[in-house]
């Protein structure tokens, strides 16, 4: 395994990364309520209509089985992990409050590669700006990576791909470090649209600088729910399992690194596909107290 025979290779995994998802009240994050109350928020989480879903909402049967939004987020016990661990508590920042946070927590990192989720299409110049990446996307007429000044060069390259080409759709993105990597001209990245017509993914071929070695840096956004359907496996299973024949179909065939939102934990049925197919948790590899688990706002 290519790790093993190179320096240190620093990775970074981000979703939740879409302006939506700080401008409005729609998934019930683990807020800190107290610090809601003393912004005089505290109504808002009485009801799950003043929480802004409603009926209508696809989530809204499940959530009411689990009481008002403040008896949900108290039950949750995320201690933290959820989402942005931003300063002191979570909070619902507006986009200019979020995105430099956003933008710190990955580069005080340093990171070589970077795999990024629920990036929204229309964020994609900033993020580039903030970043310094030159981001090629793909099949999108909307957006462009801004033009750097005179004198100063992208830190990363990259890829973006979104699941409509509409500035309000999100995406997902691998970025690479150009001191780190080169990307082969002769193997250019993939973008892989499952069958099911909802999520992605992005294949880039990378060759190591130090080392020479080749291997395929790969992200994807897995649909959201991962209850089993009747008589049949879940849309999680089946977009795991077409990722693994792409990648396996590939020639040459080449390392893996995977950097996902996987939406599912590690007792479910697409995680241990793909454990399955000889993918590694390296988050199992660290020490017990340096491991990151992440949560999600699915409904169980």
Same mark, same amino acid.
């Given at each position: ?28 994050? *683990?807020? &800190? ?44 016990? =995320? ?17 200019? +409050? ?13 990171? +070589? ?8 299409? +229309? ?20 957006? *462009? ?19 409509? &080409?509409?500035?309000?759709? &999100? ?10 990597? &080169? ?30 070695? /080749? ?35 590939? =020639? ?8 996902? +939102? ?12 793909? *454990? /399955? ?6 988050? *199992? ?9 992440? /949560? ?5």
């Amino acid at each position: 395994f290519f790790f093993e025979i190179m320096r240190p290779l620093r990775v970074l995994q981000f979703n939740t990364l879409a302006r939506c998802l700080a401008e409005t009240i729609q998934f019930p994050y *683990a807020i &800190d309520l107290e610090q809601e109350r003393r912004a005089g928020r505290e109504h808002i989480y009485e009801s799950w209509e003043a929480y802004g879903i409603t009926e209508r909402h696809w989530q809204h049967a499940e959530l009411v089985k689990g009481g008002t939004p403040a008896e949900y987020l108290l039950g949750q016990n =995320e201690a933290g992990t959820f989402g942005v661990e931003e300063a002191n508590g979570k909070y619902l920042y507006a986009w200019g +409050d979020r995105l430099p946070l956003l933008i710190a927590q990955i580069t005080q990192h340093d990171p +070589d590669l970077i795999f990024l989720q629920e990036v929204q299409v +229309d964020t994609v110049p900033e993020f580039a700006t903030a970043l310094r990446a030159q981001i090629r996307t793909l099949e999108l007429s909307c957006v *462009a990576s801004p033009p750097f000044e005179e004198g100063v060069g992208p830190v990363y390259d990259g890829l973006y791909a979104a699941r409509r &080409d509409a500035p309000e759709s &999100d995406g997902i993105a691998i970025l690479w470090k150009r001191t780190s990597f &080169d990307a082969p001209s002769d193997a250019r990245g993939e973008l892989l649209r499952y069958s099911d017509g909802q999520k992605l993914a992005l294949l880039q071929p990378l060759v190591a600088r130090e080392a020479g070695v /080749s291997f395929l840096a790969v992200t994807t956004h897995l649909h959201w729910n991962p209850v089993p359907r009747p008589g049949a496996a879940t849309l999680q299973e089946v977009e795991a399992t077409e990722l693994i024949q792409k990648v396996n179909g590939r =020639e040459p065939l080449l390392p893996v690194v995977l950097g996902a +939102d996987l939406n599912c934990g590690v007792q479910n049925a697409a995680f241990r596909k793909l *454990a /399955s197919a000889g993918f590694e948790d390296l988050d *199992a590899r660290l020490p017990a107290d340096q491991r990151k688990r992440f /949560s999600t706002h699915v409904p169980r």
